[in-house]
């Protein structure tokens, strides 16, 4: 399948292409926030609009880590201290990144603001989460500047402690152009799997039984929502007060991705108790969210354990040889070894890059195990193109039809009026069996009128008057053709039965959703003990073909008798 | 002419039977009927049959043995077959004919114009030959000559062994490709074999074989061997 593959190469492709652009993206961000010092960051709760001024006495200020505000939702002040180099870009840009509202000042003037400050969750508004104020250039002399913020934080969630992610002065164009040229692999991933999953879906939608296409497709989407939620922060932006439901929806989203992921792996290679399985991750990923520590320890837990059990399942199904477990398991095994290198750095760097090799590995073992289904459907149609020859060659075989014939003729040349029997006997033989090939199931009531037919021609054959008794038997019920009709010439053929009476009969139980018919027929004094003939190899294949692996066909000797039980399921 | 119908269905028996007796009545002293070759043994056995009509379908091993147990007996094997197909087969072990089912009385008489002959239609390329309980096939390349032995016959190999076959040298003879010519009483010789003809004293002949073995020819047989060979 040339398509599948296509969609595979992309992916790897794109996992190839987003991992130096984020890396790249990372080490600018890094160059552009080292002019300024986090660590001469101090704070002050309160409100006095001289603290914005460069002259202002910071002495008695609450020192502390940039990163760690005071706990308040109160107005409260930032100071921090910059340094411009002499041949530092210009314009310059003062870029924030905080769950608060704030004003922004350089040296005491005013660069912008996100929403409006206020003293009361009702005077304050949220807004953007992170900001980019230009530094006039008048300002941006080279040497020591302060950068003061106003804050107010009334609709952060008290979960959200470090509420300050970020000050930094850089070229202003570099840091415009930051949030698309960070975010350029992670977008390229994105349509990526948007792309593989809306093609998993049509070919689900065009054979709905293959579970595994939808799951597929589920995971992609689900990994392309969570680069969206991931991605969103930088390249559309939200009001402050929606940072917490993005967090969730990331954290969720990661979550899905693992049970998504599991629940992919353990219905494609059939896993057994698959159910208990990915329920078990499920419970496991939810419990995974009460690791404390932030948001990105509790993704990191969740994929921990949702590879865990990918591991264990794909293992699983490469010691039962199922195709294409090699390429999962390999998938598998990469991602989880990138998790152990990294540690929590995992989910800046290498989640996406990683992912996509996996979900890569995922895409060629479908690949694999729909060329390997389809060779066994081709095997199933050609098996079925020869059983039906089969089937057509039966009755047209000289052993048959030129005994058939011979006695005919005898009939003929004595008894004119048995002789038309005779004929028309077999006419009715040859004519269900016309009509019956090519079908896979018939009616019972097809298939004893096929037997009677042949047990009519049989008797004049043979001098004997058979006789098949079918009572208690639904003849609605279908059967694969002439298996019936086998087992009555195979009981003809065996038992040498004397001239005179000979009746078989058909009884049909039914219990657990199995229905078992029971043919008796009675054995000749001298049976000729034979090896198993074509006969009933040509039954077996039939109902293989039918009703694989749920049937069953047993035969021997029981008082006097030779029983046959064949067990087929009720609805075939 | 005494037969043995094999055959499993009586409508084919009896038709067979009927047309051997509308053609052949008066020669025929005694017909029996079998539904199995091993029901027929006792009969075949004790020798009380001359030809054995046998229904055969040589499609997997059992029509096989069956037919070599039966072209190994004392008497003629006819076999009748709803399979045509196979009749070439069924003569290579040495049948005297082959009639395909189904079969009117056109056919049947042709059958008895071949008894009567006694000489196949298909001449064989190997005979089976009982041999401690098992049948072997001994191809008829390797016959040098055949000699009688009472009712039997013996089969002269070209390694020199001998093997003792239950058909009588007639019958035998009558089942070889006409490269063999019976050139006594008691023997039959295959030509190619023959290197010269000698007279020895009290006008008696012999043939002698390439490997030096010497067959005697009988007075009356003689001459037509001698013309036989000399135009060979």
């Given at each position: 399948m040339g398509t599948m593959r296509l969609a595979t190469l992309l992916l790897a492709t794109l996992s190839l292409l987003g991992a130096p652009g984020a890396q790249v993206a990372a080490a600018q961000t890094d160059a552009v926030r080292t002019a300024v010092d986090p660590a001469s960051a101090r704070y002050q709760i309160g409100d006095v609009p001289g603290w914005a001024s460069p002259e202002a006495d910071d002495a008695g200020w609450d020192r502390r880590w940039l990163y760690a505000p005071p706990d308040t939702q109160a107005v409260l002040w930032l100071r921090l201290d910059a340094t411009v180099a002499a041949d530092a870009p210009r314009p310059l840009g003062l870029s924030v990144s905080a769950v608060a509202a704030r004003e922004v000042y350089w040296d005491g003037v005013r660069l912008g603001a996100s929403g409006r400050v206020g003293a009361d969750a009702a005077s304050e508004v949220a807004g953007p989460i992170d900001t980019l104020h230009p530094i006039p250039d008048s300002l941006a002399t080279p040497g020591r500047h302060v950068v003061a913020l106003r804050m107010s934080t009334f609709r952060r969630p008290p979960s959200i402690g470090g509420y300050v992610h970020g000050v930094g002065v850089g070229g202003l164009e570099g840091m415009a152009a930051w949030p698309l040229t960070a975010n350029l692999g992670p977008l390229?991933?994105?349509?990526?799997?948007?792309?593989v999953g809306l093609y998993y879906g049509v070919l689900h939608a065009a054979d709905r039984r293959r579970t595994p296409y939808l799951l597929t497709a589920l995971l992609c989407l689900a990994v392309a929502a969570l680069l969206g939620a991931e991605s969103w922060r930088w390249v559309v932006g939200y009001t402050y007060d929606l940072h917490l439901a993005r967090l969730w929806t990331v954290t969720g989203l990661t979550w899905l991705v693992g049970v998504l992921l599991v629940a992919t792996f353990a219905v494609q290679f059939d896993a057994p108790r698959r159910g208990a399985l990915i329920a078990g991750t499920a419970v496991a990923g939810g419990l995974a969210l009460g690791v404390p520590g932030g948001y990105d320890p509790k993704a990191l837990a969740i994929i921990i354990v949702a590879l865990a059990v990918a591991f264990g399942v794909t293992a699983w199904a490469v010691w039962r040889r199922r195709p294409g477990a090699g390429f999962a398991l390999a998938g598998v095994a990469v991602c989880l070894a990138t998790v152990t290198a990294t540690g929590l750095g995992f989910l800046d760097e290498a989640f996406f890059p990683a992912f996509a090799a996996l979900v890569a590995a995922l895409l060629a073992s479908l690949g694999l195990q729909t060329r390997d289904q389809r060779q066994r459907h081709e095997a199933a149609l050609a098996e079925a193109a020869r059983l039906d020859a089969e089937l057509v060659k039966k009755n047209l075989?000289?052993?048959f039809l030129m005994n058939t014939l011979t006695s005919a003729i005898e009939w003929v040349e004595t008894d004119p009026a048995t002789g038309v029997r005779v004929l028309e006997a077999l006419a009715d033989e040859l004519?269900?069996?016309?009509?019956?090939?090519?079908e896979t199931a018939i009616p019972m009531a097809r298939e004893l009128a096929l037997c009677r037919a042949h047990?009519?021609?049989?008797?004049?054959?043979?001098?004997?008057?058979?006789?098949l008794d079918a009572e208690g038997v639904d003849p609605e019920a279908e059967v694969p053709p002439a298996t019936l009709h086998t087992l009555v010439e195979n009981a003809i053929t065996h038992n040498a039965y004397p001239p005179g009476a000979v009746r078989f009969t058909l009884t049909e139980t039914r219990a657990d959703g199995q229905r078992r018919y029971t043919l008796t027929t009675p054995l000749a004094d001298a049976p000729e003990a034979g090896p198993e003939g074509g006969g009933l190899r040509y039954v077996r294949a039939r109902l293989e073909e039918s009703v694989p692996g749920r049937w069953a066909l047993t035969s021997g000797p029981e008082a006097g008798a030779w029983v046959t039980r064949l067990d087929l399921p009720c609805a075939s | 002419m005494r037969?043995?119908?094999?055959?499993?269905?009586?409508?084919?028996?009896r038709r067979l039977a009927r047309l051997l007796r509308a053609e052949a009545g008066g020669e025929i002293t005694d017909l029996a009927t079998a539904a199995t070759f091993a029901e027929a043994q006792d009969r075949l056995g004790a020798g009380d049959v001359d030809v054995v009509f046998l229904d055969l379908n040589l499609h997997g091993r059992d029509g096989f043995e069956?037919?070599?147990?039966?072209?190994?007996?004392?008497f003629h094997t006819v076999v009748v077959s709803a399979h045509g197909e196979q009749a070439l087969r069924a003569f290579e072990v040495g049948v005297l004919d082959f009639v395909p089912k189904p079969f009117g009385a056109a056919r049947v008489r042709a059958t008895l114009d071949r008894i009567r002959s006694a000489r196949s239609a298909v001449p064989a390329t190997s005979l089976a030959v009982r041999s401690a309980g098992r049948i072997d096939l001994v191809p008829v390349a390797d016959v040098r000559y055949v000699q009688a032995a009472g009712a039997y016959s013996e089969l002269v190999l070209r390694d020199g062994s001998r093997r003792l076959h239950d058909k009588s040298l007639d019958r035998i003879l009558g089942l070889l490709p006409v490269a063999f010519e019976r050139v006594h009483r008691s023997y039959a010789v295959r030509l190619d074999e023959v290197v010269q003809l000698r007279v020895r004293e009290g006008s008696r002949y012999a043939a002698v074989l390439a490997s030096g073995d010497e067959v005697p020819v009988g007075r009356t047989r003689y001459k037509a061997l001698r013309d036989r060979l000399g135009a060979g």
């Open positions: 390229l991933f994105l349509g990526g799997f948007v792309l075989q000289p052993h004519r269900v069996l016309a009509e019956v090939s090519g047990l009519d021609v049989m008797g004049y054959r043979r001098d004997v008057r058979f006789r | 037969v043995l119908i094999v055959e499993d269905e009586p409508p084919v028996a069956l037919l070599t147990a039966s072209a190994a007996g004392a």
